[in-house]
């Protein structure tokens, strides 16, 4: 009877919405596709990573690969061009207060952090295995800054031949210093499919599975077994805890501000575990698909925004009942917001509609208001 009451509540705040304003942001010189975008938490920059654009021609060759961009954040105008990746970038991320952005390219394995301040290349790291994709459509990698912009984390890939065809599974865990560009520590068959630092940039949460394929009635499936919620102190990788959580498959791990919990994201499925011993602390009811693209909490973490797989619906839920209003849905193609991220105050959301590189503007309606 809970279940259902929730669900109609569900359908009935789907209904209120909330309303969105579209403006666009200056494109790119080179009219290149947006495939990742992150916002600075002091309100001055919104950054955008590109695609390659191929010109015309016999040649095919790439003008520009990769191109990080960054406009400001109140007048959407184009600010400048960090530089450049040589392939599509699929994540970024900024340090609190603006001061580091890291940027990503999955295919080549390249993790490139920026001084977006100078607009100077700090570093640039490599994994040896491909960055492990944490979306189905491959356009989010797993990689995690720092908040204080110290540490970052990636988890690469290893391709396994299944049947006829191939599949991408987590590797090796690697933690660099970013301030001499060096790896810290690292954890070979980690097996990670979700990780977060808490916000105090000391632990680095994460959430282990074993994959098994098997052969049923000659076609390939998965399961997942030995489901494990770990914590390493993040400068030096000493587990804190390793502490089963089964049937669990989190797509997103998120940390309050407290840093004494975590939240893990299960679909119907959430619970959140204390950071002190990996124990559930309680249950959080909402209704969400298991498969998110992004989730952010906001700053007092009392909310909670979560994007759908090809972000055409998205969520606003109210983590004090677990109550879930739906801010929007997006239908067809030309419509869709496409590699969207929300802003801190998660007020903004910027992304590619169409083609086009765009921010959308959430009005709170008086009926969605806490």
């Given at each position: 009877?809970h279940r259902?009451i929730v669900l109609?509540g ?9 309303a969105?304003?579209?403006?666009p942001l200056?494109s790119s010189t ?9 916002f600075s938490?002091?309100?001055r920059?919104?950054a955008?990573?590109t695609?390659?654009r191929?010109?015309?021609g016999?040649t095919?060759v790439?003008v520009v690969?990769g191109?990080?961009?960054?406009w400001?954040?109140k007048?959407?105008?184009r600010t400048?061009?960090l ?10 991320q900024f340090?609190h207060?603006g ?10 394995a390249t ?5 977006p301040?100078?607009r100077?290349l700090l570093?640039t790291?490599?994994l040896?295995e491909p960055v492990?994709?944490?979306s ?6 797993l ?6 912009g110290?540490?970052?984390a990636?988890v690469?890939?290893?391709i396994k031949?299944?049947?006829?065809s191939?599949?991408?599974?987590a ?7 970013l301030?001499?560009?060096?790896t810290?520590w690292s954890?070979t ?7 977060a630092f808490t ?5 680095l949460?994460?959430y282990s599975?074993n994959i098994?394929?098997?052969?049923v ?8 077994e ?5 914590a390493?102190?993040?400068a030096d990788?000493k587990r804190?805890?390793?502490n089963?959580i ?5 797509s997103h791990?998120?940390?309050?501000a407290?840093?004494?919990?975590v939240l893990?994201?299960g679909g119907d ?8 011993d ?9 209704v ?5 693209h992004v989730?952010?909490?906001?700053p007092?973490s009392?909310?909670?925004f ?6 055409e ?9 677990g109550?879930s209003?739906?801010v929007?849905?997006?239908k ?7 590699f969207?991220s929300p802003s801190?105050?998660l ?8 083609v086009l ?13 806490p």
């Amino acid at each position: 009877m809970h279940r259902l009451i929730v669900l109609l509540g569900l359908l009935l705040s789907a209904q209120a919405g909330l309303a969105a304003e579209f403006r666009p942001l200056e494109s790119s010189t080179n009219q290149a596709i947006f495939f990742s975008y992150a916002f600075s938490d002091d309100g001055r920059w919104i950054a955008g990573g590109t695609s390659s654009r191929r010109p015309g021609g016999a040649t095919n060759v790439p003008v520009v690969a990769g191109e990080i961009v960054l406009w400001d954040a109140k007048t959407l105008r184009r600010t400048a061009s960090l530089g450049d990746h040589g392939a599509t970038v699929n994540w970024m991320q900024f340090s609190h207060g603006g001061k580091v952005l890291a940027t990503a390219s999955g295919g080549t394995a390249t993790i490139k952090v920026w001084d977006p301040e100078k607009r100077t290349l700090l570093h640039t790291l490599k994994l040896e295995e491909p960055v492990l994709a944490s979306s189905s459509m491959g356009s989010q990698m797993l990689c995690a800054l720092s908040p204080d912009g110290t540490r970052l984390a990636a988890v690469g890939a290893v391709i396994k031949p299944i049947g006829i065809s191939k599949t991408s599974e987590a590797a090796t865990l690697t933690v660099w210093d970013l301030g001499n560009g060096k790896t810290l520590w690292s954890v070979t068959n980690s097996g990670i499919g979700a990780m977060a630092f808490t916000p105090d940039s000391s632990v680095l949460v994460g959430y282990s599975r074993n994959i098994v394929w098997e052969l049923v009635r000659e076609i390939w499936s998965s399961r997942i077994e030995k489901e494990t919620l770990m914590a390493w102190d993040a400068a030096d990788g000493k587990r804190r805890f390793a502490n089963p959580i089964p049937k669990m498959n989190p797509s997103h791990l998120v940390v309050p501000a407290s840093g004494d919990k975590v939240l893990a994201l299960g679909g119907d499925k959430n619970i959140w575990y204390s950071l002190k011993d990996g124990l559930v602390a309680s249950n959080q009811t909402m209704v969400l698909r298991q498969s998110l693209h992004v989730a952010a909490l906001s700053p007092k973490s009392d909310k909670l925004f979560a994007i759908d797989f090809s972000a055409e619906r998205f969520h606003m839920v109210h983590l004090t009942n677990g109550a879930s209003i739906v801010v929007s849905e997006l239908k067809g193609y030309t419509n869709r917001l496409m590699f969207a991220s929300p802003s801190h105050d998660l007020s903004r959301i910027a992304g590619t509609r169409g083609v086009l590189p765009t921010l959308m503007e959430l009005a709170p309606a008086e009926s969605t208001k806490p």
